[in-house]
């Protein structure tokens, strides 16, 4: 019989079969409806253990209205907690509430007293030590007193109030039906920039791959930017057979690298490096400068192989055959990627398969790598992924996936929901005014904010979007202000820094692209944004309030070319708005409308205003306040707004 | 492994814990994301079975969009029904479609093929009988041809198209992890006009109670206004000890009958009639004459007890003693209720506390009731009424609940939620636009309208709301048509029809309440409304649009006293509007705002309008028009669409 009924629990993912995610520092927040019969008053506490407590630990929920409580617990350390919920009526709370209202009416309590002191005496029956003694006392005190108003005292005092709710009468409780699950990351789960670099386009060699030791000659610029995470696309050996020549080319010439993302040769495969860039050990540096430079390395895990991977010759099974006994190419009818052959993850093979898949991670774990951005996982089986991540989180929680998923909006969403910590999101080709909003509403408002961390890229190797082509270099500067600041984690694509936005005709993909080429480029070249993107990386990292997702709001601005948004710190001490103007070719002016009573500031009242890429400062009044945004020289602006400090001469004058 | 997620589904409450309701008749349309890796073709089946049902049926879901799957199935009787979906990827379709688009491609195919002839051999051997020897000839058919274009042919035939549907491969199919539960009850649920009578006041003898042969002579009368249930307060002997005198009056005199809700005596208890109404058989009679009449009887359903109750005696443990030895009485405190003991739900008494009640409830159902109104239920436990209902529905699936909870919302919900038909609702004290807006917004299209039946009544034995206490006559007449025509079932308490009025000073209860003494009305009396009530009944019946309740809509009317929205039948034949004058003082006039474009009515177009209050008919054009609206003639108006059949002269002229 459990005649509390716990429900509306939030957060909750699809009745409990997802984790939500957090990060370490956080308190999650728990509410639920609890609901009884009558008129009991109710008690109720959330539950909660982190991976490897075998105990629950339990802090009170306090009651918000209309049946609606909530609790909040810290989340600690990395790795995955449970929680739950139990609620039961407290019949000594309900007594006391029933007492006093009695006692304001004037009516006789004789009877009362005495039901009361058999609560008492039954908690002093659960009670262990010095609460047992306690209650006990009370107990004796009661049976020698004679008058009901001494009694009642005994009975109200603050003191035994605690015992009693420290020792609570929890048969008629009930436990919620589900234990729900929370992923605790770390902090740069949800905040970080990243650079995305093509390690054999790194060195000054024309025609000849660059190596690592290239590599890390760039990580003092990568660093100067404001970068925390150096992502390398797949660094393994590259595929000889059917190799893909410049632009995609079905045939590669004999000096062609052919594309990283046909992983496998003769040279090794998902667990050995491209001899071009160095060995193993070469890696292992890279990984140490970076990490003396306090950034970190994330690397491409792309599950797919070239057909002279060595995996093909060891494990046929792992693979489809066809008819004729040749192996199926990847394809997409009627296109055919004849460089790469998929894995069949179905099969009696699977659980080999699986694990094989784990150890490449673990292996890579093993170098130092803790970021993983994950190629095409939406044509990989769902719950491999769910039993991948859990596999390499339960012993390395600090390992962060990043799927690459522009596929269907519901499978990148499922995707997220089965584990990955961050997502690729459609934000790539989200442009303009209304979209913008709509979109980021969706991912900071609704239930994605549960799940899905966006990291916006405004490209990346395979994607030259029409904005940037068209655009010019103001695009460029518009789209790395919305990917820092509208999301807390975001990154870039080498050449973003260069505006380089050369692409083949009639398509959003690069020209002469570096996927199928050796390149050299030079990263001082003319138009370069490197100072841009310095400017606003630092704003990021001085400003709390960029550092978060869930805090972004759209404020009305009132052109439709200008998007004015704000995001506040947690503790609400570093509040920052931001300007845009979305179109790249003329300059746009707009009324900006600050939410001045969100602050706590009067509308009669002055307040602080920095612009943070400029310098400037303004004392303002009032909520309207007038920009105008000139693609060319400001094509955004970003306020930090305090208070000002208004002091009456407060001493006398002689 | 099970690569297919099925999520999201709906109707699906608090994750399945509770069962959706509909009604003998309808179409439960279920819908969910499906969701796989990669780009296969996919099938999906709805699965389905009635109470008592071994094995599943299926029916096949469509694609939607983004995803999305729809499938329904017919809801051919009363009882639950269980469903769940089952998805896998479907590989000959995906085979058919990348094969037409190589095809397209002028592609080779011959390779294809053969994968195609071994889909279709694997099929053959799933299948049986006919099918199987149908797939047999096929391949063998395929095996004589040696042209690609016969074998394209072959297996791109619709015949084998529809015979390898039938045959699918499910072995990486995935069932929706929960079954999920609908009560299909009868159309009463939904749909009905309550009359609700004081038994013992429709004599004509001043002090003394009328007998269930008075109550059968005022049926014709409630026929002829247009009602389907007459619902009976309490028919049981009433407690003696603690009897409540005139007007709650602590103490009752010797000529005064006390409250009906004051179960049980000497004389009986919740299985007894009161011997002043008459016998047991007297009852039947009165159940008889209201079938007859196509009209049935609702039963008061009081889980309370008089402290001289049999069961007290009978079943000391039942009840809550004091530390005196005294029984405890019901209370509210300070509020005392003397007159009423309650039974303790919980304790070792409970299994056969339990089967009491649900066998005090099958007594009535064997005396031919079929509707019981639960009074109070939100003081007993909510898996108590969960248990019973059940109970009592699987033996008697044609049993209707309706839930008196004028109490928390959630609580309200909750008890709705386990298994009440239907419930009383905050209506009664929903007066002006935008409270009436929002509330019956939230009744009918928020999640709601899955489980919640709102059963509205403008006043009850408890409650004379103010606005009927100051309104006067058009007061009622408005809170006639705002509770028959904005929920499909609704209730009046006797009085109403007479606009009885008078209230306790300061009260929202009745002055001299029949609660509490023998009363004799005149049923004629000045100012009764009982034409309006007949007419707006006729108009229920007569417009299969009012008997439906999801399919409220509400639309615009430019003055904030004026009330207007409209119901159209599922087949959209019949369209019915109501514009209602809220304030019951003064007359107002709005401009209404059809939806013309949702009639399929362009603007141009010529509609016809009868008014069916008054009869009055019009043609109209164009979205906007204006009504003036009295509350002494015409406090509301109800509108009935029809086209306007236009025709040009299509014969030739001599």
Redo the contacts between chains.
């Keep these: 019989?459990?005649?509390v009924?716990i429900?509306?629990v939030t957060p909750e993912l699809?009745?409990?079969?997802y984790p939500v995610k957090r990060e370490v520092g956080d308190a999650l927040v728990v509410e639920a409806?609890i609901?009884?019969?009558?008129?009991d008053i109710m008690a109720a506490v959330l539950k909660y253990r982190a991976a490897g407590e075998d105990a629950w630990r339990e802090t009170p929920m306090r009651f918000l209205e209309?049946?609606?409580w909530r609790g909040e617990f810290p989340l600690e350390r990395m790795g995955r907690y449970r929680y739950t919920i139990e609620a039961w009526p407290d019949a000594f709370e309900s007594w006391r509430h029933?007492l006093e209202?009695?006692l304001?009416?004037e009516?006789a309590v004789t009877?009362e007293l005495?039901?009361g002191r058999?609560l008492v005496a039954l908690a002093a029956e659960r009670a262990e030590g010095a609460e047992r003694r306690q209650l006990q006392q009370a107990l004796a005190r009661f049976d020698e007193m004679s008058e009901d108003a001494d009694r009642v005292d005994l009975l109200l005092a603050p003191t035994l109030r605690r015992l009693m709710a420290r020792n609570p009468d929890r048969r008629?409780a009930s436990v919620y039906?589900?234990e729900l699950e929370a992923i605790v990351d770390r902090v740069a789960a949800r905040y970080a920039a990243w650079y995305e670099m093509f390690p054999r386009s790194q060195g000054t060699v024309e025609g000849r791959s660059a190596t690592f030791k290239d590599c890390e000659r760039r990580l003092p610029e990568v660093k100067a930017m404001g970068f925390d995470v150096v992502y390398l696309v797949p660094i393994h050996p590259i595929g000889k057979i059917n190799r893909k020549g410049p632009n995609n080319a079905p045939v590669a010439g004999p000096g062609d690298p052919g594309s990283p993302y046909a992983i496998g040769s003769d040279e090794g495969g998902h667990k050995a490096v491209h001899p071009e860039l160095g060995t193993l050990e070469d890696f292992r540096n890279f990984v140490a400068r970076c990490q003396e430079m306090d950034m970190e390395v994330a690397l491409d895990f792309a599950i797919q192989c070239a057909p002279d991977h060595p995996y093909v010759q060891a494990h046929p099974d792992w693979f489809k055959w066809?008819?004729?006994g040749s192996i199926k190419y990847a394809e997409?009818?009627?296109k055919k990627y004849q460089d790469i052959v998929p894995v069949q993850?179905?099969g009696p093979h699977?659980d080999e398969l699986w694990r094989e898949w784990r150890d490449v991670v673990l292996f890579w774990v093993g170098q130092g790598v803790k970021i993983f951005r994950v190629d095409n996982?939406?044509?990989?089986?769902?719950?491999f992924w769910e039993w991948l991540i859990r596999e390499v989180q339960e012993a390395h929680p600090d390992v962060v996936f990043l799927s690459e998923a522009f596929t269907?909006?519901?499978?990148l969403q499922?995707l997220a929901k089965a584990g990955f910590s961050q997502s690729y999101t459609y934000f790539t080709w989200r442009n303009f005014k209304q979209e913008l909003t709509d979109y980021l509403t969706e991912l900071t408002q609704s239930e994605c904010k549960e799940y899905l961390r966006p990291n916006f890229f405004p490209n990346t190797p395979d994607i030259l979007p029409a904005y940037l082509q068209t655009g010019g270099r103001p695009a460029f500067m518009i789209r790395l202000v919305l990917a820092a600041t509208l999301s807390s984690v975001y990154g870039i694509y080498n050449g973003f820094e260069l505006c380089e936005a050369a692409a083949l005709p009639g398509k959003e993909e690069y020209l002469d692209s570096e996927k199928f080429e050796y390149k050299v480029w030079d990263w001082d070249r003319e138009g370069h944004i490197k100072d841009w993107i310095t400017a606003v990386n630092r704003i990021r990292q001085e400003n709390p309030a960029l550092q978060e997702l869930e805090n972004l709001r759209f404020h009305p601005a009132d052109d439709d070319n200008v998007l004015f948004y704000g995001k506040a710190s947690l503790d609400g001490d570093n509040r920052i708005f931001v300007a845009v103007n979305l179109d790249p070719f003329e300059p746009h002016q707009a009324v900006l409308d600050f939410p001045l009573e969100e602050m706590g500031i009067r509308p009669n009242q002055t307040f602080q205003v920095e612009e943070l890429l400029s310098g400037r400062k303004h004392l303002w009044r009032g909520r309207r306040h007038s920009v105008d945004l000139d693609p060319q020289s400001n094509p955004a602006e970003i306020y930090r707004i305090r208070g000002w400090m208004h002091r009456d001469y407060v001493e006398t004058c002689y």
């Design positions: 019989m459990h005649p009924i429900q509306n699809n009745g409990g079969r409806d609901v009884k019969e009558g008129h209309n049946d609606r029933d209202k009695r304001d009416a009516q009877l005495t039901e058999e008629l039906e589900k066809r008819p004729d997409n009818p009627p993850f179905y699977q996982p939406h044509t990989k089986p769902i719950p269907r909006p519901k499978l499922t």
